[in-house]
């Protein structure tokens, strides 16, 4: 384990440092939280820019592991499950209660109920320098950021008018399905017609995952509503209405009329509405804390896990035209249930060389859907990668937080 003293000193040099103090920041910032170490880094890239000792949950009130950020800032507040205790400089994570935040007692062992502890001076100058969405990784072992090359990776798209949105394959994300309209940045093209997403200084937050039932779900009932069966809210839920409007088409098409979703009646279902089968992976964009859009993609070698990755995008004259990449694995153990359900045999290994550049070489994204990601891509934009969708913490009013799992025993 780093020493205390170490931490200590450190963050003290940094932060006296006039290359590198926190009123100098570079670009989008990124905190790392070794549970292990019980230390906390701030990073501008793959640069260090303080460090600091930490507290996290003891025993019983473990502090989860995984990929977040920042959804709300109080200088001054109390805990409202703890008997009202002082939270100085809190830093959201979740909105379960997962936070960062002042102490005056901060142990070189975990104390905490969930949360991060910080002493107190550290988390004043912490707050001063960030901002909602920084991103937070929480690991239990140091990980460190490194420069991430691969053609896969999105770059920022030339000046320039996109195709209208009805020519790209889009799709709304889950929470916006059915009633509510889909929240896309538009712009006007020349002459005026509207329709083209534009470039924006806002950073996007992308995440790349494996397709499941529901999205296969989603297909068929945007293929049924399509065709007139009327299958309720499109929300990846067989629901009443969704089975009676399976049942009308089967009925329709002189078949035993059951409702029994095989491959075989979904093909036949989407193709007679003219839609393509669904594809394996898809790709969700978020931005301002809500759902952008959605679009599909195809994961080679499916019986690999993707593993659980985090990359952030830095463009500035110091990276040149093209910008940068800068990413970490982090260990993710995929219950034994979930792995059967993805049909993964063989795990990921976060610990592989290039195991970033190798996970990517197996995604293939269409160009219209590249060409809308990289319309909207910004400095300090992020890309999550993971084998499962984000769960019940990513809502309204969140990024997309990633959960990962120990080891069973650890």
């Known amino acids: 384990m780093v020493s205390r003293f170490a931490l200590t000193a450190s963050f003290v040099a940094l932060l006296l440092s006039p290359a590198t103090g926190f009123a100098g920041s570079r670009g989008p910032l990124q905190i790392i939280v070794s549970k292990d170490q ?12 303080a460090t600091s000792p930490v507290s996290t949950g003891k025993a019983g009130h473990a502090t989860p592991t995984g990929i977040f950020s920042i959804l709300e800032k ?20 979740t909105w379960s209660g997962i936070a960062l935040h002042g102490s ?12 991060v502890r910080l002493p107190s001076a550290f988390a004043a100058s912490l707050y001063k320098m960030t901002e909602r969405g920084v991103h937070v990784l929480i690991s239990d072992r140091q990980i460190t950021p490194a420069e991430v090359k691969s053609a896969l990776l999105f770059r920022p798209a030339p000046s320039e008018v996109l195709p209208p949105l009805s020519d790209v394959p889009l799709r709304p994300a889950i929470s916006q399905a059915g009633d509510t309209p889909v929240e896309v940045a538009m712009t006007e093209p020349a002459g005026g017609a509207a329709g083209a997403v534009k470039s924006t200084a806002e950073p996007i937050r992308i995440l790349i995952t ?14 049924l509503e399509f065709l007139g069966y009327a299958p309720g809210t499109i929300d990846g839920h067989a629901g009443p209405a969704t089975i009676a409007a399976l049942r009308a088409f089967q ?14 009646l979904t093909d036949r279902l989407l ?12 790709i969700l964009v978020r931005q301002g804390f809500k759902p952008l859009f959605e679009a599909g993609l195809t994961i080679n070698k499916p019986e690999e896990a993707l593993g659980t990755h985090f990359l952030q995008f830095r463009h500035n004259e ?12 982090l260990e993710n153990h995929l219950p034994a249930s979930t792995k059967k359900r993805l049909g993964i045999s063989i795990d990921a290994d976060p610990f592989a060389y290039n195991a970033i550049q190798r996970t990517l070489a197996r995604m293939t994204i269409s160009d219209d859907v590249r060409k809308r990601v990289e319309g909207l891509l910004a400095e300090g934009s992020s890309l999550s990668i993971a084998d499962t969708e984000s769960g019940l913490e990513t809502g309204q009013g969140t990024d997309f937080i990633t959960i990962t799992r120990a080891r069973p025993g650890d």
């Open 38 to 49: 019980q230390s906390l880094v701030v990073y501008d890239g793959d640069a260090v820019i």
């Open 210 to 223: 494996r397709s499941d039932a529901r999205d296969a779900m989603r297909e068929v009932q945007a293929s």
């Open 74 to 93: 109080r200088r001054h507040h109390k805990s409202n499950i703890y008997s009202n205790a002082p939270m100085p400089f809190m830093q959201r994570l």
């Open 104 to 115: 005056n007692h901060v142990p070189d062992y975990p104390a905490s109920h969930g949360c």
């Open 251 to 264: 009925t329709s098409e002189g078949i035993e009329s059951d409702s029994k979703l095989t491959p075989e």
């Open 318 to 329: 110091e990276e040149g035209a093209e910008g940068k990449w800068f990413g970490v694995s």
């Open 271 to 282: 193709r007679k509405a003219g839609r393509m089968p669904p594809q394996n992976g898809k």
